[in-house]
């Protein structure tokens, strides 16, 4: 990957040491867990670059680890266009999961299209609503999922395990969980991996584009998130409680997004090394 078109990898890869080790821990968790928990393991990817860098392990090792992602609504259209990208660049499916449109239209309504600004419990039942509730039905009936955590993401974060379970008991796997934000992109440009286009314009945490905003170099990473609330906290609620078994009967990937993407595709197991 040429740093020279790719500017976030050039802002942010550093050489760093004991990186390739934990890349090979990073292989042998998800390794594990896919021995484990395969068919019934998911990765929750949020396409940031952390889960890009986690997608392209579970690809380039032929895991047979579903991948899934929130279709919120409310993603910029950089975001959503990762899903064709990986589907095209890796040969894999990608489920996409959103919220019941009924319910986002009667918030809307409500509590208008702004709600978040107005103060953080609306902001944080828009959060709930799109991301908290389609994770729910995303996880039912399966054992296990995997996230891109890392703990110098923020204070928040700093104590991020690389395995704990979570309220309904499946496992959550952090597999890069004491990657740096250096190591991240170091790896991104050594194995071309794709990512965000955001990056090359100082987004770091990217979310809804309503609630996402560039930072400045040295700024914290989440400073671009619910920038006008207080800092202590700058989550949507999916690593805070646990998502819930409260999926509604029969729930599946919601109105009319296929649990499997349309395009031809194959499984993780089927790409290989």
């Known amino acids: 990957m040429s740093h020279e078109s790719h500017p976030a990898v050039r802002r942010y890869a550093r050489p760093t040491p004991g990186h390739a080790e934990r890349v090979a821990a990073a292989v042998t968790r998800l390794h594990q867990a896919a021995t484990l928990h395969a068919p019934r393991i ?25 991948i899934a992602t929130l279709d919120t609504g409310a993603l910029h259209d950089e975001t959503l266009a990762l899903v064709p990208r990986i589907e095209s660049h890796y040969g894999l499916a990608v489920e996409r999961w959103a919220p019941p449109g009924e319910a986002v239209e009667a918030f809307v309504a409500q509590h208008g299209e702004r709600a978040m600004f107005r103060s953080v419990e609306l902001r944080k039942a828009c959060c709930a609503l799109r991301k908290v509730e389609p994770l729910a039905r995303m996880l039912a009936g399966r054992d296990a999922w995997v996230t891109g955590l890392r703990r110098d993401q923020s204070a928040a974060r700093a104590e991020v395990p690389f395995e704990q379970a979570d309220a309904a008991g499946r496992l ?16 991104i440009g050594e194995h071309g991996v794709p990512y965000n286009a955001l990056h090359d314009r100082f987004f770091v945490s990217i979310g809804c ?3 996402t905003r560039a930072v400045a170099l040295g700024e914290d990473p989440r400073a671009g998130r619910w920038w006008w609330e ?44």
């Open 230 to 273: 207080d800092d202590s906290v700058k989550e949507c609620g999916l690593h805070v409680a646990p998502a819930n078994e409260g999926a509604p009967p029969g729930a599946g990937p919601a109105h009319g997004l296929p649990e499997r993407s349309a395009s031809p595709a194959r499984t993780a197991e089927e790409l290989g090394a």
């Open 209 to 211: 584009a309503p609630c």
């Open 42 to 66: 998911v990765q929750a990817t949020s396409l940031s670059a952390e889960d890009m860098v986690v997608t392209d392990i579970i690809a380039r090792h032929g895991l047979p680890i579903a």
């Open 172 to 187: 959550k796997l952090s597999p890069l969980a004491d990657w740096s934000e250096a190591d991240v992109w170091r790896y």
